[in-house]
């Protein structure tokens, strides 16, 4: 079933529900009040009666019986039926000549009052004492408010209800057919939208409601796809060219050597050459396909307890090899005391793996000068900041530093080919980890990693 | 016997360099520590009918600072003893003596260069807390909460 229908089936249940219930409340209330009041009239007109009938001042009921007659409006079939009782028979004869179930009478007669319908007839009787008498008057009547009234009233919300019925299932369905316009015209937008012209994007219409902030939506999604497909675009581009660099220069190598005979040493220099060129390439594909497996999070990858520190101290030496020249300090002072705190789960040769990158960074973009990092740990993570004095990020390039191959535009007289920020980022990422770049021109980059801790309660045996 | 010392902080990080130093410098085994915020109480009526210095202070509190506490409280796990955020309220020097006195400072460390990033509301106690009487030492750092 389509939401719109339900929408409309929903609402129609619904408004005929609180239709039903208010029309019968309203009938159901007027009825019972057209009863009571009924009765309360007879009751009235037969007292009135009694009084004027059986009063012993003479005067006095003269006067009220013309009140009644001038007042009171005469009710449709209305009969008195009045008799003196005496005794017990007296009770039967009037029964018998009122032709009226004696149980009636007699209730009147032991209440003092009492009420009876037989069919549209409404009888109300009461007792009267004048002196040493008793009189029973029993007035009956037909209730031609309900009669008509009432049947007048049944038609009139039935009609109604018919009506508004009828109109509430118009108008639902209008509404619930017209309600998901909006979405159904951005579900034919997005349709429209491919791989082929991912640049479109819905109109944002300027009111804040739902609808806009869906279209919001989906344009942020689209920008987001865009810029995946712009950057998937550029690698290829980026890893073409950084094959191709190294591969030109082997060509045009071998083909100059190639030209005529030349003297050993020069064939020996060609192929140095060549080697160097192929060992780059070599490096190139290697650091590619480590990135590329370190992107898939299900890989089987050996996790250990590590210690943070111990990790730090063995990339330095990797440095040191590498970089003999280095000013990298550790900074101690925020160790803490517990070296559960430095605990980390993770793998020994990735996590070595991204400080050397990170590290390597910090001393060749700063020409080696100095290069602070500090390790501290909180309850839930080991924080290692490492910051040196080089030449910066520009804040427009920041965005693009996790992109496989991109260089920052002021990187040109450094070697390196783009790939160990990527490959650190997803090494951190495996560990569940964080990496927080900010860095400033010509002052220096800072680089938080952060590392979650194992927690205490798993550690205690 | 444990010392309580007063450092004066404004919810961020490097406003807790100042407790490093002290604890660096001076290596206090068992030491209380409050860190300080002060702020003017509010005007409004209903605002003081539910006052609540924990609902103050959380609305103050940034996930940066706190884990820089728990930073420092790992770093000195057995000199700590306890760390506080307490709010000041008072006006003047008086108030502040009885703050002191009520939750029995005995050392101030304020910083020497940095100012106190003060929120709405907040005011600068360093005027007090050098006027109060109690031995008030001065720490100089200058860079953010790490390389220092």
Redesign the interface.
Same mark, same amino acid.
């Given at each position: 079933m389509k939401t719109q229908y339900k929408i409309a089936l929903f609402l129609i249940v619904a408004n005929t529900l609180i239709l039903i219930v208010f029309g019968g409340s309203v009938y159901y209330f007027l009825y019972n009040y057209s009863y009571t009041d009924f009765y309360k009239r007879l009751a009235t007109r037969a007292s009135i009666t009694a009084k004027y009938n059986f009063d012993t001042d003479n005067k006095n009921a003269e006067s009220i019986k013309i009140i009644r007659e001038q007042h009171l409006e005469k009710l449709s079939n209305e009969k008195e039926h009045i008799s003196l009782i005496n005794s017990f028979n007296d009770l039967k004869t009037f029964a018998e000549k009122s032709a009226l179930p004696l149980n009636f009478i007699k209730e009147i007669y032991t209440n003092g009052k009492g009420n009876l319908q037989i069919g549209n007839t409404f009888y109300s009787g009461t007792k009267y004492k004048a002196g040493t008498n008793v009189y029973m008057v029993i007035i009956s009547a037909e209730n031609y408010y309900a009669t008509h009234h009432l049947a007048l009233l049944k038609n009139i919300i039935l009609v109604g209800l018919f009506f508004i019925i009828f109109i509430t299932i118009s108008l639902s369905f209008y509404f619930s057919k017209h309600i998901f316009d909006p979405i159904r015209n951005i579900t034919y937008k997005v349709k429209k939208i491919s791989t082929d012209n991912i640049h479109l994007r819905l109109e944002e219409n300027e009111k804040d409601n739902e609808i806009s902030q869906l279209i919001l939506t989906f344009n942020n999604l689209f920008n987001r796809l865009e810029t995946a497909f712009e950057t998937q675009k550029n690698f290829i581009s980026n890893a073409s060219h950084e094959f191709g660099t190294p591969l030109t220069s082997i060509i045009g190598e071998a083909d100059v050597a190639l030209m005529k005979e030349r003297s050993p040493a020069e064939y020996q220099e060609t192929l140095h050459s060549i080697l160097s060129q192929a060992e780059r390439l070599n490096q190139i594909s290697q650091s590619l396909l480590f990135l590329a497996q370190t992107g898939y999070r299900e890989n089987r990858l050996n996790f250990e307890i590590l210690r943070t520190d111990e990790i730090i101290w063995q990339a330095k030496e990797i440095i040191d090899k590498l970089i003999p020249k280095n000013k990298i300090q550790i900074d101690f002072s925020l160790l803490p005391e517990n070296p559960f705190k430095l605990k980390v789960s993770g793998n020994k040769q990735l996590l070595t793996l991204a400080f050397v990158n990170v590290l390597t960074n910090a001393c060749k973009y700063s020409n080696n000068k100095n290069v602070l990092v500090s390790i501290a740990s909180s309850n839930h993570q080991v924080i290692i900041e490492i910051k040196d004095q080089g030449i910066g990020i520009p804040a427009s390039e920041l965005q693009f530093i996790y992109d496989p191959f991109f260089r920052a535009s002021n990187t040109h007289q450094f070697e390196g080919y783009g790939i160990g920020l990527p490959l650190t980022r997803n090494i951190i990422k495996i560990h569940n980890g964080l990496l927080l770049v900010s860095s400033e021109v010509n002052k220096g980059t800072t680089v938080q990693i952060k590392i979650p801790l194992i927690q205490y309660s798993e550690m205690k045996f | 016997m444990a010392k309580t010392i007063l450092i004066p902080v404004d919810f961020t990080p490097e406003s807790l360099n100042t407790l #490093?130093l002290a604890l #660096?410098e001076n290596s206090i085994s068992g030491v209380n520590v409050i860190l300080m915020y002060s702020e003017y109480l509010t005007d409004s009526i209903t605002d003081l009918l539910f006052y609540s210095a924990d609902r103050i202070i959380e609305s103050h509190i940034t996930p940066d600072f706190e884990?820089?506490i728990?930073?420092? #409280? @790992?770093?000195?796990?057995?000199d700590i003893k306890t760390i506080k955020i307490e709010l000041f309220h008072g006006y003047n020097i008086n108030s502040f003596k009885n703050f002191i006195e009520a939750k029995r400072i005995d050392a101030i460390y304020i910083p020497k260069k940095y100012t106190l990033k003060l929120k709405k509301n907040g005011f600068d106690p360093i005027p007090f807390i050098k006027k109060s009487g109690l031995p008030v030492q001065e720490m100089e750092w200058v860079s953010n909460f790490? @390389?220092s």
């Open positions: - | #490093k #660096k884990e820089t728990s930073i420092l #409280k @790992n770093r000195y796990e057995t790490f @390389n």
